[in-house]
């Protein structure tokens, strides 16, 4: 097992395993921008290092700061969280290069299944369904023939992207160059790679994503499926849940069963998640994460099992731990994303001080966050501040569990999604659950949007 861990990343996925490390009786290591010189994460680390100045390129994307840490702390291995460098190949390469463990999958498989039009070609190799759609593009003009060939409406995305970012719906011909720019301005500015491709747009679908896990001795096994439907008009999710609600058992077990295959046909390890659009009984594969998603514990709350520690473990040479048992949702859980966003603004991010936060309590509740009252939300990283999930015996229950944990949750000195949260779970439509991703946009919905 491993003696120290580097954590290259920030905020609440940081300190989750800053808090899985210590449970392992493992040192940690935190690196931090100078916007985090105070973070919660930095702390309660072992021991912490800055690598830079706020902007993520100089300082969570600076590989060569993030390395010499881990180098002179004495690390034997890194863990990347999820965004910034965790679906990097690259620097997966560069920690084994310098005989570190990467806590991840191989940078072979990162590459391939990280690139997103890359790994469109390798699923339907595997026979898993995949949306009609054009590999990278490499012009305007490239673009706009693919287009008129899938027929409209088409989705532009980055094919290194993630969260939203670098993703453009386009209905018309007219829309198209101004969309391509702003995608790939938007991907090169966050993931350095500006290339993208184009699919089809497949109208008022469920975004339903399966969690699996795969050791190096062959074994891959899934741990259910979570609906991520519930989403901002920038695609960004806001509300996660498992097991999915509304979803036909017939689908629900093609969907299971396509991503074990999916991960099978990579010799995938560790910890990913293989996306999926659903259309009435239509399954579409849409791209895998090859890291520890956002909204994991959604999984971790359903099944009773902590996925940081077992990647901690396979990463280690350890077999899975999960047992049969273990592979079946034991409760209904929810979670909610407490972002620093204007929703009366498009969501847009609120940095600022934090004067007030309370967060609710309970044996049903769990709060993953990095914040504290007096704490700075700076502007330079995600908006996001906490995570509240719920579990409970079965989904009605779950509901009012977690209108009783937002309703006990105050925070105060910038806006917040809180209220457009709290209304989500106080709606029918949502009680009735199998909503589209298109259910915020819905103009008479919501007061908050």
């Not at 706020?54 to 700061?65: E, M, T």
């Not at 949750?409 to 199998?434: K, L, N, Y």
């Amino acid at each position: 097992m491993f003696k120290k861990i580097l954590i290259a990343n920030r905020g609440e996925i940081a300190l989750r395993i800053v808090r899985a490390a210590r449970d392992m009786g493992i040192l940690t290591v935190a690196v931090f921008s100078e916007a985090d010189r105070d973070a919660a994460h930095v702390r309660l680390a072992d021991q912490a290092f800055c690598i830079g100045p706020g902007p993520v390129a100089r300082s969570y994307l600076n590989i060569p700061n993030i390395l010499s840490a881990a180098l002179i702390a004495g690390a034997d291995a890194i863990h990347p969280g999820y965004g910034f460098l965790a679906e990097n190949a690259r620097f997966a390469e560069i920690c084994a290069d310098h005989d570190i463990t990467f806590i991840g999958p191989t940078p072979e498989v990162i590459a391939k299944m990280g690139d997103k039009a890359t790994a469109k070609r390798v699923m339907a190799e595997a026979h898993v369904p995949t949306t009609p759609g054009a590999g990278i593009l490499d012009t305007l003009e490239e673009a706009e023939r693919a287009a008129e060939r899938i027929g409209y409406p088409v989705l532009l995305k980055a094919t290194a992207g993630g969260g939203g970012k670098g993703m453009r719906e386009v209905r018309s011909v007219s829309e198209l160059a101004t969309a391509y720019q702003t995608a790939q301005a938007e991907a090169e500015a966050n993931f350095k790679d500006g290339r993208l491709y184009l699919e089809k747009l497949i109208e008022r679908p469920r975004h339903i994503e399966v969690q699996v896990f795969g050791d190096r001795f062959g074994r891959v096994v899934h741990l259910g499926e979570r609906d991520c439907s519930v989403q901002k008009p920038s695609h960004q999710k806001l509300v996660e849940e498992a097991p999915a609600p509304q979803l036909p058992s017939a689908v629900r077990e093609r969907l299971h069963a396509m991503a074990v295959a999916a991960a099978k046909a990579v010799n995938y390890t560790n910890a990913g998640t293989i996306e999926f659009l659903v259309s009435g009984n239509d399954v579409y594969f849409m791209e895998m994460n090859t890291r520890i998603q956002v909204e994991h514990p959604v999984t971790e709350m359903a099944y009773g099992v902590d996925l940081v520690a077992e990647q901690i473990r396979v990463a280690a040479g350890e077999p899975l731990s999960f047992t049969e048992e273990d592979l079946r949702p034991k409760r209904h859980a929810i979670e909610v994303r407490i972002n620093a966003e204007d929703a009366h603004k498009n969501f847009a991010p609120a940095a600022g001080v934090l004067s007030r936060v309370v967060f609710p309590g309970g044996p049903a509740v769990r709060v993953d966050s990095h914040v504290t009252a007096g704490d700075i939300v700076p502007p330079y990283y995600d908006s996001m501040i906490a995570k509240i999930i719920v579990a409970a015996p079965t989904r009605e229950d779950a509901i009012l569990c977690m209108q009783r944990a937002l309703a006990e949750t105050e925070i105060e000195g910038v806006h917040t999604t809180i209220d457009i949260c709290r209304e989500i779970m106080a709606d029918p439509v949502f009680a009735d659950g199998g909503v589209a991703i298109d259910y915020l946009q819905r103009p008479h919905a919501f007061a908050s949007v």
